[in-house]
């Protein structure tokens, strides 16, 4: 078994999902434990940092949130949906990608990613205050051939998630569709505002089963609306509503900053997206990118300690509230610091330039001119594989808002220029916006990570430092 194919591996998993669905209402608990054998003979060898046995316990346990949780899912989820989502998500993605990703970034020896960030237009239907994507322009398009293209070197490399961001990517909804009929075994997710989701949509949702949502909030209909515009935080809560109503898998994404962070994490905030259907909830730290950017809305020292703590609190899978919480910026000892730069991720822009990061608007590559792993094998790519982790404390990941001197040095080095089409930005300016946030993050971050009695580093590709 230690040496289950790819095929055998996936109709052993499609058989035992099926299985797994006839009971979905009733004695479920039996076929999961059947599916994480499954999950441990085929990943025999490979490090995952997963404990088994305690995964097996809480499961099994009524008492626990991971139990309700996998429950919730699993009467509520379309059944062609939770297939398709076991099966490339789980599967193709974490299970088969991760082995096959691993052997090419030793083939290549370069980073290779786990999933890929594009955007398929820069245009959106939204004008929201402050929105760094609209600093590209509303004109800029992937073509449906040039995300095809790019999909299938990325499948041939170990890739099956993929994930549209923008501008609003479900301007493209057709495009976005087809490509996940073409690509049945990957799987799809799309950052969104969520007004353009509608009962027609809904319905080509389930149909191919693979395309998955997190519709972006800053908090209550007050706050949100300020700055998305009069009405859309209803908007956004009729589109939930259609979502559950279909059985269809989604969550919030959520941008955190010193003015909303309270509000974002409040039961009452957590307590309504689980209400309304969602299953997930990713949190980002506001980023000053551009030059326009508003650093007074960075949290605090303080705020950041509490946001650590808080979403830790909410995803706690044994007392938690229910929804899978994670903290991109807090939880880099999860993921062994950074993920950017072709790590676990990077990001193609509307104008086809790959770069490091969704943040890090610098590239020296672009997919009408480069392959896949020409992308990858980029001066500036290169420099973070070289690079990473940019600090052995991964409470401080980032190289741009924890370690800015070293963005700015990679930056240089490489030879990258600014993707900003609109109003470049040099590499000094947006560093230097960073600099008395990283003074001030350091000292914290570093009694923190003392305290932190285990520290795991799944996925850890980079070279280890001598």
């Known amino acids: 078994m230690n040496t289950m194919t790819h095929a055998a591996g996936r109709a052993a998993f499609s058989k ?3 299985i797994a669905l006839k009971h979905k209402d009733k004695d479920w608990e039996e076929d999961v434990m059947r599916l994480m054998d499954l999950m441990q003979r085929y990943m025999s060898g490979e490090k995952l940092d997963v404990d088994y046995d305690k995964a097996k316990a809480m499961i099994c346990s009524p008492d626990t949130t991971l139990n309700r949780y996998i429950h919730s899912i699993l009467s509520e989820t379309d ?39 594009m955007d398929p237009t820069s245009a959106c239907n939204l004008h929201c205050t402050g929105c760094w994507a609209a600093e590209y322009g509303n004109r800029l398009n992937l ?45 799809f997710l799309a950052f969104t505002n969520g007004t353009l989701v509608d009962e027609a949509f809904c319905k080509e949702m389930v149909r191919v089963g693979n395309f998955y949502l997190a519709i972006s909030l800053e908090g209550f209909e007050s706050v949100n609306d300020l700055r998305r515009g009069d009405g859309v935080f209803s908007r ?13 898998i989604f969550g919030t994404s959520i941008c955190y900053t010193s003015k909303n962070i309270t509000a974002v994490t409040s039961d009452a905030f957590v307590d309504l997206m689980i209400e309304q259907g969602c299953r997930y909830a990713l949190y980002f730290h506001y980023m000053p990118v551009g030059n ?53 991720y990077f990001h193609i822009n509307a104008n086809g330039d790959a770069e490091p990061c969704v943040f890090i608007h610098y590239s020296g590559a672009n997919i009408r001119t480069h392959s896949l792993l020409e992308i990858l094998k980029q001066p500036l790519f290169m420099a973070y594989r070289d690079n990473q ?36 930005e040099t590499v000094e300016h947006l560093c230097g916006k960073c600099r008395e946030y990283a003074e001030n993050w350091a000292p914290c971050a570093d009694r923190l990570w003392a305290e932190t009695p285990e520290r795991k580093h799944t996925y850890e590709n980079y070279k280890k430092k001598e």
């Open 389 to 424: 982790p940019f600090n052995e404390n991964h409470l401080r990941p980032c190289p741009m808002l924890e370690n800015p001197e070293i963005l700015e040095r990679m930056v240089k080095e490489s030879g990258a220029h600014s993707t900003d089409l609109q109003s470049p």
């Open 143 to 187: 073509t449906f051939e040039e995300m095809d293209h790019l999909i299938e070197q990325g499948k041939e490399l170990g890739i099956y998630l993929y994930m549209f961001t923008g501008g609003e990517p479900l301007v493209r909804k057709a495009d976005i569709i087809r490509l996940c009929e073409k690509h049945n075994d990957c799987a």
């Open 16 to 18: 035992a999902i099926d």
């Open 236 to 248: 956004v809560m009729n589109a939930m509503a259609l979502l559950k109503e279909y059985g269809l």
């Open 79 to 117: 059944s062609h949906v939770l297939k398709t989502a076991a099966l490339n998500l789980g599967f193709e993605a974490f299970f088969h990608g991760t082995k096959t990703i691993r052997k090419m970034r030793e083939v290549h020896q370069c980073n290779v990613p786990w999933l890929i960030l």
């Open 292 to 344: 326009a950017a508003a650093t007074e809305l960075l949290p605090t020292t303080e705020q950041r300690v509490y946001m650590r703590s808080r979403i830790r609190e909410i995803r706690n899978m044994t007392v938690g509230k229910g929804i899978f919480a994670f903290d991109f910026q807090n939880d880099g000892e999860f993921v062994g610091g950074c993920i950017a730069g072709g790590r676990n």
